[in-house]
């Protein structure tokens, strides 16, 4: 094993985790803004086309940011992950082209005329560039969901006289089980953060008590989305990727779930710490059972624990393993909820009165980031030893004449770099709150700054 | 099938240049060519609704290249680890420059994204022509197929290179001098007035500029790399593409003295078209020719497995029909010298 292969694993761990911050909000808000703006040709309310154009131009920041910290990813596989791209390149390298083709042109073509050119298009015309951004983002996130899920679960393919991996069936790649069930999950995901995004602007306007006609259009929408999306999380979404995880990797499944023996009647594991060397886990809280119904439909069911597989099938970070899945399950728990408890106001005509919910849903604007975060690191890191499951080790896949000491002085550049983009990222998408929607009557939130415009 | 590739992975980088190569060049030229801030927001918007679409190129140029070519494509970008890490930088820094510029309007936020948009244009003209040069010059590959560039070593074409040499900085200059030519040329179409008289004026100093570093670095590159002589003794045809540069370089000079705005910028589009095809058909077969040529990538040697190269052939197809109908679209949405007032409130508030 190479000096530099953490270096190159914790590269991509941190550019990809920054990566994602953006494209799930860009997903999430690109149907909120579908929503806002069949609203608005519906009704023929201009306070929808207001509310949508305040969330372009978040949506407008936003999107950049991915854009931008998007394209290192893409150029990562060659530069830090060699080995693995002379193998595989032939097969993920199809979803990632078609990623560019298909849906980056789609979405940058419309994402400019959807910003800049409403008046050139008219009412129809707008709302149809604001479909196809919107189609362009969640079918580039189909192609990258693609990519991953034939790294979780590798189909469609034969192995050449070099040892390289060769294509040999395009449908079955596209359509692979695993891509299907993740990209569902995936884009809930995303769903949810832009229902919380939306929710929050909308609750933050209502506290202050200014913008409040938009507040209630943004909490409404937020909420409405959102208690579908946190239920849909997890049921038949977040259920069907715990199958998978049983059906195909199943050390993984153990390493998350805390369950180093094997037993029937498998308990699911609330809080604990997983204690690697001693083989169990400390102060545990547990609900009996649970584990076998959920995963086979039987409580008394056996379920396979890490002692059932050799150590060198064991994913090689098991408590961050451990600590991201059941973070991801917890907030999942409580997204649940307060979107529920919301709906629930909102039926009872209450919600816009209730300032406790409206703070909740104020602070829970970060929440949906770190799950949607957790939840792709238990991916990843439960596909562990492996980086093409059961075909190439992690350990096999850097690139052979790139050292620790190149790749750290990228990884503290992209690190110093990112820092400046997030700090600006903020700063932007605070602004655009502060000023409001309606810029024509702008209300005091604050004391307005000077320099404002 | 992999000579299929080869081509159509040199349409789409070509494609990349034509267009991504106007807005760095409007970008090299950001700071001379606009003088207060209202003409600085006029370039910008010459490009802002384009340039994200121009920069996919890239990105689907990069994926086909993936696909098609798998280990050109990992010992290539592994082995110019370094100056491809400090190009996405410089993507990084120029598009939130672009982006995030119109957002806040004060002395301290404008000229800061517009230093630094002109900034990593001007630097990102220079290092994907050096990348160019380095490719023409041949890469220490070995018998594993890799190899790893430092950013320079003692600047000679020895057996130990770096990207910068100085053949390589020389194609850097002559890149960074016609896309400048490139980028001026549609400054000039999109406006008016005195960013449009300026523009002009960069674009006559530009050609020459060309002229000159396009004869010099054309005899260098063919004692560079021998191979450019044998495919053109071998396929006579291939002097069309150096002759299509010459046609263009002299349609750039006879337009712009007449003020065909347009067929001017078309031109410095077929003479960008012309080097490019010309590097293409003169390092044939090889993919990433090596220092010592019997490691180079050759397109046998590189390309993907049959059947993913001919499926990937059929969806290619469509999604570069459609890609090529946004395009048209979105540039005809927003064809015409641009007016400040329509891109700023295009909202319709």
Known sequence: ???????????????????????????????????????????????????????????????????????????QFGTNWAEFSKSAGGVIGQTLAMEGVFSFFLESSFLGLFLFGER???????????????????????????????MQRPVAYSLGPQGEILLSGFWALLLNKWALWQYAHTMIGAVQTGCFAMAAVGAFYLLTKCNQVYGRTFVKAGVLVGVIASLLQ????????????????????????????????????????????????????????????????????????????????????????????????????????????????????????????????????????????????????????????????????????????????TLIGFMGLYTVLAMLWCFLIGREIHLGPDLAAPQQILPAPAAAD | MGTVWFWLVAVMITEKVLLDGFDLGAG??????????????????????????????????????????????????????????????????????????????????????????????????????????????????DASGYFFEPLWTNFRLGAETGILDWYTILVGVLGLAALVMHGSLWVKMKTDGAVNKRAGGIASTAFW??????????????????????????????????????????GVKVFLARQHERNAFLSSCAYLSGMLTSVVFGVYPMVLPARD???????????????????????????????TGYSVFVYRSFAGKVKLDAYEHGHGD
């Open chain 1, 234 to 409: 997890l049921f038949p979404t977040g259920d069907m990727q715990g199958k998978m995880m049983a059906e195909y990797q199943q050390p993984g499944l153990a390493a998350m779930e805390g369950l180093f023996q094997s037993r029937e009647n498998a308990p699911i594991v609330i809080l604990g710490q997983p204690d690697v060397e001693k083989r169990r886990l400390d102060n545990p809280l547990e609900v009996p059972g649970m584990l076998s119904f959920l995963t086979y439909r039987k409580w008394s069911a056996h379920v396979k624990g890490l002692d059932s597989f050799p150590e060198d099938l064991w994913p090689d970070r098991i408590p961050l393993l451990y600590y991201s899945y059941h973070v991801m399950v917890g907030l999942g728990t409580i997204f649940i909820a307060v979107q529920v408890l919301a709906t629930l106001l909102y039926w009872r005509k209450k919600l816009y009165d209730s300032r406790w919910m409206l703070w909740i849903l104020m602070l829970c604007a970060p929440l949906p980031f770190i799950a949607n975060t957790a939840g792709w690191v238990t991916a990843e890191i439960g596909r562990q030893p492996w980086l093409i499951y059961g075909l190439m080790r992690t350990a096999h896949g850097a690139s052979p004449r790139v050292g620790a000491g190149n790749a750290w002085f």
């Open chain 2, 209 to 250: 500029m060309v002229a000159a570093l396009t004869a010099v670095v054309t005899l260098l590159s063919f004692r560079v790399q021998p191979q450019i002589a044998r495919n053109l003794a071998k396929w006579p045809v291939g002097y069309l593409f150096p002759a299509l540069a010459v046609v263009g370089m002299i």
């Open chain 2, 28 to 141: 090299a030229i950001h700071l001379l060519v606009a003088r207060t801030d209202a003409e600085r927001r006029e370039v910008l918007a010459s490009i802002g609704p384009v340039w994200d679409g121009n920069e996919v190129w890239l990105l689907a140029a990069g994926g086909t290249l993936y696909f098609a070519f798998p280990p050109l494509y990992a010992s290539a970008f592994s082995g110019f680890y370094l100056p491809l890490m400090i190009v996405l930088w410089l993507l990084i820094l120029r598009g939130i420059s672009i982006e995030f510029r119109n957002h806040v309007h004060s002395l301290v936020w404008d000229p800061l994204w517009d230093f630094l948009f002109c900034a990593s244009s001007f630097l990102l003209a220079i290092f994907y022509s050096a990348a160019l040069g380095n490719v023409v010059r041949g890469v220490p590959l």
């Open chain 1, 120 to 150: 050139k298009l008219g009412r129809l015309g707008h709302w149809c560039a604001a479909f196809l951004v919107f189609a362009g983002s969640w079918l580039s996130g189909y192609l990258i969901v693609a990519t991953n899920a034939w």
């Open chain 2, 293 to 323: 040529r019997t490691y180079s990538l050759t397109v046998d040697s590189a390309q993907a497995g049959a059947y993913g190269l001919k499926v990937g052939l059929a969806w290619w197809t469509i999604g570069m029909l459609l890609a």
């Open chain 1, 1 to 75: 094993m190479s000096p530099a292969l953490d270096v190159h694993r914790l590269h991509f761990a941190f550019t990809i985790t920054f990566h994602y911050i953006f494209p799930q909000l860009t997903m999430g808000l690109a149907l909120l803004l579908v929503y806002l703006k069949t609203k608005a040709l519906r009704t023929g309310d201009d306070h929808y086309n207001k509310a949508a154009r305040f969330w372009a131009k978040i949506f407008g920041i936003n999107f950049a940011a991915g854009v931008v910290t998007g394209i290192p990813m893409e150029f």
